[in-house]
């Protein structure tokens, strides 16, 4: 295999050296590119650029593999829980007992929220958007912890993670009650930590708190298969953000924004408000098929399709054997799960999306969880977030050790040239 890779261009060549990772991925560093050629590449969506060399994710789209650590998800999924996937996603190994007990006795710790925050959730409306006061909250917490973290202290990196961990969920079960208007909740130092979180969002003032075990078992889940997913958009947005040394709740918060879109996290509420349309209109999914072909409609059948899986999302299988568990546990019969059904099946037989490879992604499964576990529908983005929270803890983490320069990408103009400013009179 070469080492190097030859660009020509207008008579002359230039030489670029040719990385490998650790799965022989390959990849032309044009590093001196622009030095050496005065070009620059051009790769709207980044399809086909590495903004940085990782060794927390591998993810092959083509033949549907996802590895956390090298570790394959579907081992996880089984054997793992969510806060040991989350130590190994931001520290690199599995944690031994000791370690684990260290890590959730620190977290614990660290679960509460300054009082005061109360006042900055009061200011909002029940009718806004979950996501926007989650990115809100997190954003706000930097008022209450206002000194940036000393990148350069292992001790200082982990509590700051640590910090985040333990507080992120307050603000997740904040949002949610309050959207309830139920009382807020601090939880419980006794339960597990996604017990606890369930606890935090679901616990009746009147009533006490019973744990089910199958849904706990189904959201535990649920983050794993969230957990991290290498270079995504709010990834990206995250390490973006980071990459100017903002800091790292600041870096969150605008993950957060990133995730919110119905193009990437914000998927699995269309996919439910989608399924509800659907039945609205009668049931006849046909019909909408044809709408999600019908190149002269904007329609898009929502929780198909990927960026880079064009295999099935192995997450997607997972979740779906869950959601088929969880369904039958729960003893759940709903019309927009038949319907969400209908259309999997006949999406996997229609010529359309199986030419172009668009399968159900995890969103279209989750979204189905989510709603059997009674959670509302503009909630289940948020719970995408908490799931991918140590995956952006991990990411930046990464990004400020290897010390990664700021991320600035350039353009190609192609706006007015150079024109003499003409005076409002004369407009
Ligand atoms: N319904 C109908 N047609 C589709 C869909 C869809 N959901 N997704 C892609 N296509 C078609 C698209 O029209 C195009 O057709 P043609 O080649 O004839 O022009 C072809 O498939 C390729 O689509 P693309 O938009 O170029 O693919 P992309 O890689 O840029 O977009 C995607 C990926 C996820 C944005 C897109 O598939 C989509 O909009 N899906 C629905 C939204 C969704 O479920 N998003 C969640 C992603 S998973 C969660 C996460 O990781 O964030």
Redesign the pocket.
């Known amino acids: 295999m070469p080492d190097n890779a030859t660009l020509e261009y207008n008579g002359q060549k230039f030489e670029f050296p040719v990385i490998k990772g650790t799965e022989n991925e390959l990849a032309i560093d044009i590093n001196t590119l622009r030095a050496k050629s005065g070009m620059i590449t051009l790769d709207p969506?980044y399809?086909n650029t590495g903004s940085c060399e990782s060794a927390i994710t591998f993810l092959d789209g083509e033949k549907g593999i996802l590895r956390y650590r090298g570790y394959a998800i579907e081992e996880l999924a089984e054997k793992a829980d969510f806060l040991e996937v989350a130590y190994l996603l931001i520290f690199g190994e599995l944690p031994d007992k000791e370690r684990l007990e260290k890590f959730h006795h620190d977290i614990k710790v660290e679960s509460t929220v300054d009082e005061e925050m109360k006042k900055i959730l009061d200011g909002f409306p029940k009718s806004a958007h979950p996501m926007g006061v989650l990115s809100s909250l997190t954003s706000a917490l930097i008022a209450f912890n206002p000194v940036s973290v000393n990148v350069s202290s292992e001790k200082a990196m982990y509590y700051a993670i640590v910090r985040i961990m333990a507080k992120f969920p307050v603000l997740v079960a904040w949002t949610l009650r309050k959207k309830m208007g139920l009382p807020l909740d601090y939880g419980d130092d006794s339960l597990g930590y996604v017990e606890n979180i369930h606890k935090m969002m679901f616990k009746k003032p009147n009533k006490e708190y019973v744990k089910n075990k199958i849904v706990i078992e189904a959201l535990d889940k649920l983050l794993i298969l969230h957990a991290d997913?290498e270079q995504?958009?709010?990834t990206s947005t995250v390490r973006m953000v980071g990459s100017s040394h903002a800091g790292l709740f600041a870096s969150l918060s605008a993950g957060i924004s990133a995730?919110w879109g119905?193009?990437?996290?914000g998927?699995?509420q269309?996919?439910l408000e989608m399924l509800e349309a659907i039945e609205a209109d009668g049931g006849d999914t046909q019909k909408y098929m044809a709408k999600?072909?019908d190149?002269n409609d904007p329609?898009?059948?929502?929780?198909?399709?990927?960026?880079?899986y064009k295999n099935f999302?192995p997450r997607a299988k997972i979740i779906k054997k869950a959601a088929d568990e969880v369904l039958g546990d729960l003893g759940i019969e709903d019309p927009v799960l038949e319907i969400a059904k209908d259309l999997a099946n006949e999406a996997l037989e229609d010529p359309?999306?199986v030419e172009?490879k668009?399968y159900p992604?995890?969103?279209?499964y989750s979204g189905i969880i989510y709603r059997a576990l009674g959670i509302p529908t503009d909630m289940f983005t948020v719970m995408f977030a908490l799931g991918r929270l140590p995956g952006w803890i991990a990411q930046w983490r990464e990004m400020r050790l290897r010390n990664e320069p700021i991320g600035r990408p350039r353009q190609v103009y192609i706006g007015e040239n150079l024109r003499p400013f003409v005076p409002l009179d004369r407009r």
Do not use: T, W
Request: hydrophobic share 40%; charged share 20%; aromatic share 14%.
């Open positions: 969506g399809k997913h995504n958009c709010s995730l119905p193009l990437h996290g998927a699995n269309a996919v999600a072909k190149k329609f898009r059948l929502m929780g198909f399709g990927h960026r880079v999302d359309y999306f172009r668009l992604n995890v969103d279209f």
